[in-house]
């Protein structure tokens, strides 16, 4: 396919959900559980029929970003990842991979007098598909990894592949609290990770931290993340601890819950917040959504995707996605996905068609969790209309309580208005529709 083509296609995010982990932990509410070698066959089997029966409905589009997550992906074994991974290939236009190439040059021929000799193969530097990633001429191919479950090997293996960055699951530093979390790591195996995978390739590394643990401190917290620090990762997610229904956190720390008392309390989690932003921002990473740092150039283009609005297809297991303004996710039942993975629409379930109203709400909420925030100019090319006619007394308000800014063009969160998100996001819902 020639590269005109690609480029005139619309952007697409691409996420695949493997369920499975080796335990699950205690905090975590995402579909995820522990499963046999032969289920996660069957599941690999149905992951590649969705794949092919989605070929006819996004011809239209070209794969800017490719996202494995979960669960923990590295628990599939490398054939069944690149299996996976050659199905997506085969059916989608994946940027830089259009035809086939996984980052090996052709081979060159110089004439030396009357002869031939032909050079060896000269395969591609790190640093160079490194550069094609970053320059967006390839997709962003990420796949998440849980230390314990990827070694030296399989990491080499997955770089073959094409896979071109990873994020990885610390969230502590310290041994007491990954025990609390259920983590089946320590900070070593997490270090050693980071080193082989850096050995096999790899130049696009993220970490993830959790802060408001119980029995946290600021002490502990600033440990952890001058671990993560030494690592040096590209980039860095931060995420509060949330108590989910349905969880062992919530048994335990829950409103009724027997060690409540061991969480920080409100004062103590801010602190650590505001601790969190200074040294990372003092180590050369900088904030570009309410949760994420990285250093320049390192912002991950597929999370960047979601809050820009940019259309996304979920493949797996509960996997959502949101195409042509209609947001839908799968079944979350697994012999039913099974079943009827060769017929992607049998899966869909609880499919809304956002009408306007709910596309700026959206384009505002989602957008605004970035630094930068939204571009005036691109909310009129999206709705026919200037924001001030939707939002305009809503950001007057805003503004004058020191949450909300406007400059050059754009509207963003002031650094108080970051601290308090979930409120001022809030206010960009509209309870009655303006109409033009």
């Keep these: 396919m020639k590269k005109k083509e690609v480029a005139e296609k619309r952007p697409l995010g691409l996420y695949i959900h493997i369920p499975f982990c080796v335990k699950k932990c205690a905090y975590c509410d995402f579909l995820s559980f522990a499963s046999d070698d032969a289920t996660k066959e069957r599941y690999v ?6 794949i092919r029966a989605n070929k006819g409905s996004t011809e239209e589009y070209t794969v800017e970003t490719v996202y494995f997550g979960g669960g923990t992906p590295s628990v599939l074994s490398v054939e069944q990842l690149g299996k996976i991974f050659g199905v997506i290939l085969e059916t989608f236009s994946v940027r830089g991979f259009e035809e086939g190439k996984t980052g090996k040059k052709e081979k060159k021929k110089l004439r030396l007098g009357k002869k031939k000799a032909e050079e060896p193969e000269q395969t591609e530097t790190p640093e160079e598909r490194l550069q094609r990633v970053l320059a967006g001429e390839l997709a962003e191919v990420t796949i998440e990894v849980n230390p314990g479950t990827a070694d030296a090997e399989k990491f080499a293996a997955l770089y073959e592949l094409g896979f071109n960055r990873l994020s990885m699951g610390l969230q502590s530093a310290i041994t007491e609290e990954l ?17 082989a995978a850096r050995e096999t390739g ?18 502990t917290l600033t440990e952890s993340i001058r671990f993560l620090l030494a690592q040096q990762p590209e980039h860095i997610s931060v995420y509060s601890l949330q108590i989910e229904d349905g969880t062992e956190f919530a048994k335990r720390y829950g409103e009724d819950g027997p060690e409540r008392s061991k969480l920080p309390d409100e004062d103590a989690d801010r602190a650590m917040y505001e601790l ?10 900088k904030r570009y959504e309410i949760s994420n740092y990285a250093k320049p150039g390192f912002e991950s283009r597929h999370n960047s995707s979601y809050w820009k609005g940019t259309e996304y297809l979920g493949i797996g297991l509960g996997a959502s996605s949101l195409m042509s303004n209609a947001r839908f996710h799968n079944t979350t039942d697994m012999e039913e996905y099974i079943a009827g993975a060769s017929d992607p629409f049998s899966l869909r379930e609880d499919m809304e068609r956002l009408v306007q109203k709910e596309q700026m ?15 005036k100019a691109e909310f009129k090319r999206r709705f ?3 924001i001030e006619t939707i939002y305009g007394d809503v950001m007057k308000r805003l503004v ?11 509207v963003f969160l002031t650094a108080r208005g970051i ?18």
Excluded at 203 to 212: K, Q, T
Excluded at 420 to 436: G, H, K, T, Y
């Design 400 to 410: 004058s309580q020191g949450v909300l800014a406007e400059a050059e063009g754009r």
């Design 45 to 50: 089997n149905a992951l590649c029929e969705e």
């Design 276 to 285: 969190t932003g200074k040294l990372l921002e003092e180590a050369g990473y």
């Design 179 to 195: 025990k609390c979390l259920g983590r089946i790591h320590t900070k070593e195996q997490f270090a050693d990770c980071v080193k």
């Design 202 to 219: 790899f130049r696009n590394i993220s970490g993830d931290l959790m802060s408001g643990l119980p029995g946290q401190t600021e002490s």
């Design 361 to 375: 709400e959206e384009f505002m909420f989602l957008g605004l969790r970035m630094c930068k925030g939204i571009e």
């Design 384 to 386: 026919k209309c200037d």
């Design 419 to 436: 601290d308090v998100s979930n409120v001022v996001l809030a206010e960009f819902l509209l309870e009655e529709f303006v109409r033009r």
